[in-house]
């Protein structure tokens, strides 16, 4: 199993690490216990030693099973991480039932990694003035935390903001080859690195996306290393990034594990050839984009209550991987009927707002044109 050293920590963690977002589950929705057991087994057994789960992962169970399954490893064989639901804080003397809460589900003494979840600005801001940071560095001090860091969800700007605020231990960013130029991002990670903060990649597959790409571009991979997945490829890129020293994977089958233990036991760093091929690829999936919508929400609140970026993001992952199936479960089953595009009124309020300058009404009439050509 290929290791990282976080140098400023002092310690080595496998550079692969089990995401505890994406467990398979049952038909009632609960997590399938046994086999989800069995892929953790197996990843452990072959090396990976960073386990990452968070309070609310499937609906709350995420924490009480990972704290079931590790019950029977000695606690310096894992390094544990998981995560402050900060959208549930609204007062600092809030932050120690709910930890304690966690270490109980974990049934663990401490946390390695403690994270401030999914931070935003808003979410960063009112974290500062209420002191969570201070309950969190009495922790520390306990020894019930071992290191602080935050996941972050918002635009670069905001990841400076928060990334130099203090002196943290590590920072969660999403990362892969198609998501450079947006949060975080290619500049993000460069921060960081010179700031010395060791990284830790979320969504490196792109949740899924990368892993099952259309035909037409699959075949550049394929060509190259027929037997090799695609996913090997969207991981491989994320791990020839230094200052990533961890690489969380949602495994939600145990083939999944099979191929990434496959592609971390013999890991090896994009050379320039293979990285002028993600390039290329990369290239494609981009040209496929319908917008330029960032995602930015300058355009919300809309009065009449369209979710407009949600909309553009359904539509743009549906012309750049081709998944119909995925897009229609998100436009008409997951997405509320009354933030659909066709609820669009035409007033007109968004579109001097967008700095992307996009014909937003336009641009929801040819989402909902789209999206019925496949319900
Ligand atoms: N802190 C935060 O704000 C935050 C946010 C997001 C994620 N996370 C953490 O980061 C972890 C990783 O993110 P992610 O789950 O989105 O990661 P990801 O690795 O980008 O996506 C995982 C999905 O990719 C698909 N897949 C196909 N082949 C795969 C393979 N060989 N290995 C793994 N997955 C394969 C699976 O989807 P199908 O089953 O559909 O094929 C799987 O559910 C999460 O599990 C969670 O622990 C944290
Ligand atoms: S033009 Fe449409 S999307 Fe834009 S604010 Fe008005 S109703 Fe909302
Ligand atoms: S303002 Fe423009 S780029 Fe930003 S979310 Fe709205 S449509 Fe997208």
Known sequence: ?????????????????????????????????????????????????????????????????????????QRNQFFLATKLPVWKISHKDEVLP?????????????????????????RWDALVKQGVLD??????????????????????PVFEKIITARAWDFCQIQYNYVDTEIQAGNKGYVLAEKLGIPMVIMEPIKGGN??????????????????????????RWVGSHKNV????????????VLDNLDTFTNFKALNQEEYDLVHKVTDIIKSRTKNGCTGCEYCMPCPHGVNIPRNFKIWNDWAIYRNDDQARRRYFKDLEVDARADMCQACGACEPQCPQSIQIIQDLIRVHEDMKTIQ
């Not at 935390?145 to 935050?150: C, D, E, N, V, W």
């Not at 990368?210 to 991981?235: G, N, T």
């Not at 020293?245 to 999944?256: A, Q, W």
């Open 210 to 235: 990368l892993a099952s790409l259309p035909e037409d571009i699959a075949r550049f991979f394929k060509a190259y290393y027929p037997k090799k997945s695609l996913s090997s490829w969207a991981l």
């Open 245 to 256: 020293k961890v690489i969380l994977s949602g495994m939600s089958t145990m083939d999944h």
């Open 98 to 122: 709910i930890f304690e809460e966690q270490l109980a589900k974990l049934q663990v003494e401490y946390v390695d990694f403690y994270l401030l979840h999914a931070l935003d600005e808003e």
């Open 1 to 73: 199993m290929k290791t990282r050293t976080f140098e400023k920590l002092g310690i080595q963690t496998s550079l692969l690490g089990f995401g505890c977002m994406r467990f398979p589950t049952l038909e009632n929705g609960k997590i399938d216990e046994k086999q989800a057991e069995a892929m953790l087994d197996k990843a452990i057994a072959a090396g990976v030693n960073y386990i990452d789960t968070a309070y609310p992962y499937h609906g709350g169970e995420s924490e009480t099973f990972v704290g079931k399954v590790l019950k029977k490893y």
């Open 135 to 156: 309950v969190l560095d009495q922790l520390k001090a306990e020894g019930k935390i071992k290191y602080i860091g935050f996941s972050f969800h918002d635009e670069y």
